[in-house]
């Protein structure tokens, strides 16, 4: 079931239902080249795609390579910005940010959020730990940030099921 902090806008949700979907699609591609099991995308107010990444934690060796942080990176870059504010971005990922991911959103200046697959689904077919993230969406709106959650989630689900039964790699640390 769609989650939102604001009342469902049926026009963004489409579009949303339209650009994760696509990006669940491509993730396959991603993970087949041992990135993933995430993907994100940055656009404009003018549905200008401004970056994409995957997770690349394990190539790229670095735990703080989610998605989100490797997409929002790449928007700062090709903008050349710590602040995006001023161009009224959205950011689409796979499944839903992370601790560390939310706070990476909180401090780019994104405005509007919209995610997959839930924490707890990806907790529940991974193994991955989302992190504690008590009413994220309430102080996303105390923030003036938008959030739309649990969209696609079916396609969602299928490619973290065929991530984990195809052997790849559910980091964790030792603790
Ligand atoms: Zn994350």
């Given at each position: 079931?769609?989650?939102?902090?604001?009342?469902?806008?049926?026009?963004?949700?489409?579009?949303?239902?339209?650009?994760?979907?696509?990006?669940q699609?491509?993730?396959?591609?991603?993970?087949?080249?041992?990135?993933?099991?995430?993907?994100?995308?940055?656009?404009?107010?003018?549905?200008?795609l401004?970056?994409?990444?995957?997770?690349?934690?394990?190539?790229?060796?670095?735990?703080?390579?989610?998605?989100?942080?490797?997409?929002?990176?790449?928007?700062?870059?090709?903008?050349?910005?710590?602040d995006?504010?001023?161009?009224?971005?959205?950011?689409?990922?796979?499944?839903?940010?992370?601790?560390?991911?939310?706070?990476?959103?909180?401090?780019?200046?994104?405005?509007?959020?919209?995610?997959?697959?839930?924490?707890?689904?990806?907790?529940?077919?991974?193994?991955?730990?989302?992190?504690?993230?008590?009413?994220?969406?309430?102080?996303?709106?105390?923030?003036?940030?938008?959030?739309?959650?649990?969209?696609?989630?079916?396609?969602?689900?299928?490619?973290?099921?065929?991530?984990?039964?195809?052997?790849?790699?559910?980091?964790?640390?030792?603790?």
């Amino acid at each position: 079931m769609i989650i939102s902090n604001e009342k469902i806008d049926t026009r963004k949700l489409q579009k949303a239902e339209k650009i994760i979907t696509a990006l669940q699609h491509e993730l396959k591609t991603h993970i087949k080249e041992g990135s993933g099991p995430f993907l994100a995308a940055i656009y404009d107010e003018n549905d200008n795609l401004i970056a994409k990444a995957a997770n690349s934690v394990v190539s790229q060796k670095c735990s703080h390579n989610h998605a989100e942080m490797n997409t929002i990176k790449a928007a700062e870059q090709a903008l050349n910005t710590y602040d995006l504010s001023s161009y009224n971005l959205r950011i689409y990922v796979t499944a839903e940010p992370c601790i560390m991911c939310l706070g990476g959103i909180m401090w780019s200046g994104i405005k509007e959020v919209y995610y997959g697959v839930s924490s707890k689904k990806v907790e529940e077919i991974t193994g991955f730990d989302e992190g504690f993230k008590p009413d994220w969406l309430e102080e996303f709106a105390r923030r003036g940030i938008t959030v739309y959650g649990q969209i696609a989630e079916h396609e969602g689900e299928e490619v973290l099921k065929e991530y984990v039964t195809s052997g790849k790699t559910i980091y964790k640390l030792e603790r």
